[in-house]
């Protein structure tokens, strides 16, 4: 009798040569040793009806000949599919991995085996690839003409609509019933023809990858997707069909599903001759006897229909494969099968490191080009870098000439004029676009990884300012750029989309800033020079770091006395009560400091010795210019004073004006405000702060009776008396900014911002429901708990699933309970949930602060939480707690519930926290406040030879790149949660002084400082974005956030 069981890696059982990349064993583990001796002849008959032949050694196990296929095909998420056949039996069945070829096929030469879909994953936007979803549209194509995949008319036409639309492209009357009349996709096709053609006039512009992506978006909502029926009767002799999915075993009585097996409810699999077993967990709810017994045809039937749901469950439930079992010394009992190969979860890993390479491939049924089609030629400096499919659209608006797609390099190699202007790469084009385009293009990236997609910003037009700026949006894999170019408005705006999500997905914000222009190159010998001309005292770097960060505080204000005022003016949703209520409070700030930077830039001029030589004088000191203007600043407290009533007036006034909400919302998806907009409304407080660490750093630094000291030191009490004023009200507008910044990212709740709520920690768990671990963003703060999951669409928002009151909560360790590694359950009063963090660093963060503040609440005898208004209604029993489990329908929803949704910014912390996985806490965002630099950096690839220069803004966790200082908006950002920060070690052959090193898996960048003061400063900065606070700090009941 055949039985589930956990038994060794295939790759730990036969050893040798290293994992190829491709198919079923998990990186870094060893293929089975390839026989060597005669060669047969296989026939492979492909997804696109080709056959393709394949030579093998006749004792090579089957791994060997799936493998030769994924490599034919250059197919990097190869395990989710197999090869089936027809035995001697005339019973289909899949080819075991591990067995010779020869001891499964008994006659190789006559047999035809089909290369198909073996696994279909829940959500097909875990497939990555492009490939893998145009493999998988294939799959359905075929189920639908062989009748296995049933559904209505409308449905079917629908999905023939999509097919049509990626075969032979937009809508022609005559093209579509032609071709309609040679390609037969579904029996009774002549009925639906009308119905075909007036979908598929609606899909004007959908490329063949977003016809995939759309097709597969409908088809797996089908209850038949996926399924393979298996003949099979029940203890009363009924005809039933089994077969098995991603969530269990499920049984069908004609097409309609009569009953289902979750994994978490079966405890064991076996089969005794004809009878098929499934033993059940005790569940004292359930009518379900322990045991159910099915009978099928024959052992044969019921082994291969045992062996598919043994390397189910596993594919979609186990974290890595199998282990055998020791064999036994004298008996053995039940089958040896196992399931060899890569779990979804380790394939899912492998994609998402970047452990491939991007190919092309050519679509057999397509008249049109693929997005893998064309070409982009890859910098020759970075020509090693993994290649990214991309779509460039050019011109001002989405009816812009398409100049369809290329395929790119981690960089695009541009060349720019001295009159700003850039060139986009050399593309390989179709006849129909030989234009070269035109615009800016200075940015590429690097893949990062995403498991769930998002949807695309539509392209939008910009406030012209004066200079012009291009969008990017970005793929599954990349986060959005802003490609800049400092021409006149003239300037064409580009929209870089890569590597699709086909549905025009928004990017994941997890990229890293590729930029590649040798004009900037710095040289060692100019380095030596500049050395050798400007000072060396640490002083001078004090002053320098108060400039370069006043620089980017000055466009920081420019955001909202220039940017949005200009917005704000072409229309008017604002009151002019409150239009004047901003701009009179931050447009004396902004000439105030533009006349202290002037000063200061005009000090460190007479101190490098390039101005005013002839002028007498001490110039060497930057004390006496902070004292003058801190003590000039205090007569701008009365507006410092009015910024709480700015943010709250404003936020008050986006809740009562859906106009000036949607101006607000468009706004701050301009490359410009490249932070959430209220953030900037606090900007001129933390500046504040700024001035006194500063000023602290010059007057450690200063000897007692040096001459600049006594005004250093006057200067650092001035600015000391003036945050003591100001730092109560900037901890409650910190808060108060922060609820507001969630509530955007989250849907299903109405009253997050409430008085004395106050944000703890947010970040990514895994929660154990009924189909295994979830990924869910969980939102912690001083009386409930909310956890959540990212919905599919446009919005770019996490829908609320539940919510937990803090109060008599309890926190155990479940970890042997559960066998998931730092596994911890939450008991509630009304609800129980198991989670698991990423690492215990992780998991002890998020006990830490949940007890923390569960004993705030017990201190504070219990208050009554106000539960967030549209939250699914909690019916638990409070008598006895279980595992929450959440439904199928209750997941879909929060992907479709959103459709209409408008778009939302897809970079924010909270994505980044969920693409990471991991977190962050209020104490986090406080620290990154205090720990804000800007300045000139020189920037350099692991494999590439020259260093780059970029002027660099460190805030919010993240690094944001510009080509220099004068810049209106960022080419480009990499955000820094997750990644290390060490120093290169002798190996790297670096050799120069001053770099740091920053990676995440296969990502690395160095970095150079232009002083050891310099470089101390950016590591320490940066450390407080890569090494988070691992306490949080709570306000105490009297001070409690009130507005």
Not at 719 to 739: D, G, P, R
Not at 1020 to 1034: G, H, K, L, N
């Amino acid at each position: 009798m055949g039985e589930v069981e956990q038994r060794p890696t295939a790759g730990s059982r036969l050893g040798a040569p290293e994992n190829a990349g491709i198919s079923t064993l998990e990186h870094g583990q060893k293929l089975p040793n390839t026989p060597t001796g005669k060669l047969i002849s296989i026939k492979i008959q492909m997804l696109d009806d080709t056959q393709e032949t394949f030579e093998i050694p006749q004792r090579a196990p089957g791994k060997v000949l799936l493998d030769a296929v994924c490599n034919h095909l250059n197919l990097v998420e190869g395990d989710y599919f197999g090869l089936e056949f027809p035995d001697h039996k005339k019973i289909t069945v899949w080819l075991d991995l591990l067995k010779p070829i020869v001891k499964q096929i008994r006659r190789p030469k006559h047999v035809i085996l089909k290369f198909v879909v073996k696994f279909f994953p829940p959500d097909h936007a875990q497939l990555q690839e492009e490939l893998t979803r145009y493999l998988f549209a294939l799959q359905v194509k075929q189920d639908l003409a062989q009748g296995r995949l049933t559904c209505n008319d409308t449905s079917a036409a629908l999905l023939i609509s999509h097919i049509v639309q990626s075969e032979i492209g937009d809508f022609d009357e005559t093209v579509d019933r032609e071709h309609l009349a040679k390609n037969k996709y579904i029996p009774q096709q002549e009925a639906l023809e009308d119905k075909i053609m007036e979908f598929h006039r609606n899909h004007i512009g959908q490329t063949p990858a977003e016809s995939d992506f759309q097709l597969l978006e409908i088809a797996r909502r089908l209850e038949m997707y996926g399924i393979r029926l298996h003949p099979a009767k029940d203890r009363e002799g009924t005809k039933i069909n089994l077969t098995v999915a991603h969530t269990g075993i499920l049984v069908f009585q004609g097409h309609t599903k009569i009953n289902a097996f979750n994994w978490a409810k079966v405890r064991k699999l076996s089969f005794k001759r004809k009878r098929f077993l499934i033993k059940l967990r005790p569940d004292v709810n359930s009518n379900f006897q322990d045991t159910l017994e099915f009978l099928m045809a024959s052992r044969d039937f019921c082994k291969a229909f045992w062996k598919i749901c043994v390397e189910h469950h596993a594919f979609f439930r186990l974290f890595e494969e199998p282990k055998p079992k020791p064999k036994p010394v004298l008996f053995t009992r039940g089958s040896s099968f196992r399931f060899s190969g890569r779990t979804q979860k380790q394939v899912l890993d492998y994609v998402k490191e970047g452990g491939h390479k991007k190919v092309q491939f050519e679509r057999k049924h397509s008249k049109i080009h693929s997005v893998r089609s064309l070409t982009a030629k890859p910098s020759e400096q970075h020509s090693e870098v993994p290649k990214q499919s991309c779509d460039f659209t050019y011109g001002d608006g989405a009816d812009s000439p398409v100049a369809k797609s290329c395929q790119q390099g981690k960089e695009l190699k541009v060349s720019v004029e001295d009159g700003g202007q850039a060139t986009t790469p050399s593309l390989k084009k179709s006849p129909k676009e030989g234009k070269r385009l035109d615009g800016a293009a200075m940015a590429a990236m690097e893949e990062e990884e995403e498991v769930v997609k998002d949807k695309s910003q539509q392209n939008r037009s910009q406030t012209q300012q004066p200079s012009t700026a291009g969008s990017l949006a970005g793929s599954p894999h990349l986060s959005e750029l802003s490609i800049n170019s400092q021409s006149g408005p003239a300037m064409a705006n580009t929209t870089l989309s890569p590597n699709l999500s086909p549905d025009n997905r928004q990017a994941s914000p997890l990229v890293s800033p590729l930029l590649n222009d040798q004009t900037c190159v710095r040289t060692d010998d100019e380095e030596e020079v500049r050395k050798k001309r400007f000072p060396t005292d640490k002083a001078y770097f004090i002053a320098k770091e108060v400039s370069t960060t006043e620089r980017t505080y000055l466009k920081d204000l420019e955001v909202i006395t220039s940017w949005f005022q200009s917005t704000v003016s072409k229309d008017d949703c604002m009151p002019e009560a409150l239009k004047n209520l901003i701009f009179s409070n931050f447009e004396p700030l902004h000439k105030f400091h533009t006349s202290f930077l002037k000063e200061v830039e005009q000090r460190l001029a007479q101190w490098e010795g390039r101005s005013n030589a002839h002028l007498k004088g001490d110039y060497q000191r930057i004390g006496d210019i902070m004292l003058k203007n801190i003590q000039s600043m205090k007569h701008l407290t009365i507006h410092l004073r009015k910024h709480s009533e700015v943010l709250v007036e404003l936020e008050n006034g986006i809740k009562n004006s859906r106009k000036l909400e949607a101006l607000c919302r468009d706004f701050e998806m301009q490359k410009v405000c490249y932070l959430p907009l209220n953030t900037f409304l606090l900007r001129p407080l933390h500046r504040l702060m700024h001035y006194k660490q500063i000023m602290e750093r010059l007057c450690k630094h200063y000897p007692p009776n040096y001459v600049d000291f006594r005004d250093s030191r006057a200067a650092l009490a001035e600015i000391s008396e003036m945050v003591a004023q100001l730092h109560s009200s900037m901890l409650k507008m910190e808060n108060f900014q922060k609820l507001h910044e969630l509530k955007k990212d989250l849907i299903g709740i109405d009253n997050l911002v409430i008085p004395a709520r106050e944000f703890i920690r947010l970040g990514s768990l895994s929660k154990l429901s009924g189909k295994g671990l979830q990924q869910r963003m969980f939102f912690l703060f001083n009386d409930v708990l909310l956890y959540t999951s990212r919905g599919l669409t446009a919005s770019n928002q996490f829908k609320v699933h539940g919510q937990l009151p803090l109060y008599g909560m309890m926190i155990e360790e479940s970890e042997e309970e559960w066998g998931v590694p730092h596994c911890f359950t939450l008991r509630g009063q009304h609800q129980t949930i198991v989670v698991a963090a990423s690492s215990r660093i992780e998991m002890d963060k998020w006990t830490e602060d949940i007890q923390m503040v569960i004993d705030l609440a017990e201190n504070c005898n219990g208050p009554t939480p106000e539960f967030l208004g549209s939250s699914p209604p909690d019916n638990k029993s409070p008598e006895e707690p279980t595992l929450d489990q959440e439904s199928e329908d209750d997941l879909n929803a929060s992907r479709t519930s959103l459709e209409r949704q408008t778009p939302h910014r897809g970079n924010t912390t909270v994505h980044v926290c969920w693409h990471r996985n991991t977190s962050v806490s209020m104490v986090d965002f406080s620290i990154a406040v205090e720990n804000q630099l800007s300045g000139n950096l020189l920037r350099k690839f692991k494999n590439s030879n020259g260093w780059q220069k970029l002027w660099v803004v460190f805030t919010n966790f993240c690094m944001f790149f510009y080509k220099s200082h004068q810049d209106n908006h960022p080419l480009a950002s990499l955000p820094l949660l997750g990644y290390s920060l060490t120093i290169p070690s002798e190996s790297e052959n670096i050799h120069k002084d001053y770099v740091f090193k920053l990676h995440f898996k296969s990502h690395v960048y160095y970095f150079r400082a232009e002083s050891e003061y310099t470089f101390e400063r950016w590591m320490e900065v940066i450390r407080s974005a890569t090494s988070p606070a691992s306490r949080i700090r709570v306000l105490s009941h009297e001070e409690s956030h009130v507005y």
